[in-house]
């Protein structure tokens, strides 16, 4: 069973009254809260309101959330499960010396029976792919992963994953449900140049392509095929349509946000980019975008095994996506709005998802749509 409430005014005041009664509902047993960046939600403000619900709770603020066929910039979703979920917080999630298989064996010696796991990252955190493929060695596709990357359009990393504890950053909550799920993820981009060779890279920095300052390499091709220039103030109003693709075996690329120039012209991203993997510079267009968003659907439709009876759709969209998408963005929602089935989701800084059947991963520029078993 769930219970979803929207808050549609983004107060501390409401979060605190739609929290408790949800919490205070007796079949209820966990609590999932997807908050708007706008709300201003600090630890100050929420912290108080966290610790006086006994139940296991997770969750993130995100720069947009969506209700239904609503894209809202001010707002909170609580979601209340019926069942009751494993939840764990991974912190420290830039840190260099932590290996996260060791952490994960720890905190999850039994994995029996579960079907479903929520992944909710720091998305401004420097080892979110490190946690994931620790994720996918140590559980494998044992269940299905869907999550994304917590944070702020303005680029500065702050509190912004919700849990038990209260409003942390820098960190990732894992929770472990006996749900069923079925999980599509597309992206829509294309290939215009490379590969490249990522000759010199730190965590989630590209600082040379082909030996090359990274930066020179992408201004050259970016600037001949959009015919703009980039100047000191609109990197990423430029860059938003011209992601990068890492190539992976099997499978389409995985896509790699340039967020900000860093120094010595580097380019910083959402999520790392190991040294000696080969990148393409990627382009879409309206169509194919919404096409991929189509196509997740199908493929998560195709993958679930459950009733439709009770599910909902949980829909993790790569916030660039509607930067790219503008107004055209309810498009795309249209697509993903399946009428009798309840919607929510988030416009997230990377995605996080398998299919059931292809290697996890952490996704940027992204559509993952999952279906939840009541």
């Given at each position: ?136 060695n140590i559980f494998g596709l044992e269940f299905n992963y869907v ?228």
């Amino acid at each position: 069973m769930f219970v979803r409430k929207l808050g549609r005014m983004g107060t501390v005041e409401e979060f605190r009254k739609i929290l408790l009664e949800i919490s205070n509902n007796a079949e209820i047993s966990s609590i999932m809260v997807l908050a708007c960046d706008a709300n201003g939600f600090t630890p100050k403000d929420v912290n108080p309101i966290l610790k006086l619900v006994t139940k296991p709770l997770f969750g993130g603020i995100f720069p947009e959330i969506i209700f239904g066929n609503e894209k809202l910039t001010k707002g909170t979703i609580i979601v209340g499960f019926s069942n009751k979920q494993d939840i764990q917080i991974i912190p420290d999630l830039s840190a260099k010396n932590i290996d996260y298989d060791d952490v994960l064996d720890k905190i999850f010696p039994q994995v029996d029976n579960y079907k479903t796991m929520f992944v909710f990252v720091d998305g401004f955190a420097q080892r979110i792919s490190a946690l994931i493929d620790s994720l996918f060695n140590i559980f494998g596709l044992e269940f299905n992963y869907v999550g994304g990357g917590a944070g702020s359009l303005s680029l500065q990393q702050k509190p912004c994953i919700f849990t038990s504890e209260g409003l942390l950053q820098n960190c990732a909550v894992l929770a472990m449900t006996n749900c069923q799920s079925g999980v599509g993820v597309a992206h829509g981009w294309k290939s215009i140049a490379g590969p490249f060779r990522i000759t010199e890279s730190d965590r989630n920095i590209i600082k040379t392509l082909d030996w090359k300052p990274a930066f020179q390499v992408y201004k050259k091709i970016v600037e001949e095929h959009s015919g703009e220039k980039f100047t000191d103030d609109n990197f990423f109003n430029i860059a938003k349509a011209y992601p990068f693709g890492i190539a992976k075996l099997g499978t389409e690329r995985i896509i790699r946000d340039p967020l900000m120039l860093g120094e010595d012209d580097a380019l910083i991203c959402v999520g790392e980019v190991p040294e000696e993997s080969f990148v393409d510079i990627m382009n879409g267009n309206l169509e194919s975008l919404i096409a991929a968003a189509g196509d997740a659907l199908l493929k998560a439709e195709k993958s679930y095994d459950g009733s439709l009876d009770g599910s909902g759709l949980l829909f993790i969209d790569c916030i660039s996506r509607v930067l790219f998408l503008e107004d055209d963005f309810k498009k795309e929602l249209e697509v993903i709005h399946k009428k009798g089935i309840p919607l929510i989701g988030v416009l997230s800084i990377g995605e996080i998802a398998n299919s059931g059947k292809d290697f996890l991963e952490f996704y940027n520029k992204t559509a993952v749509v999952s279906i939840l078993g009541s």
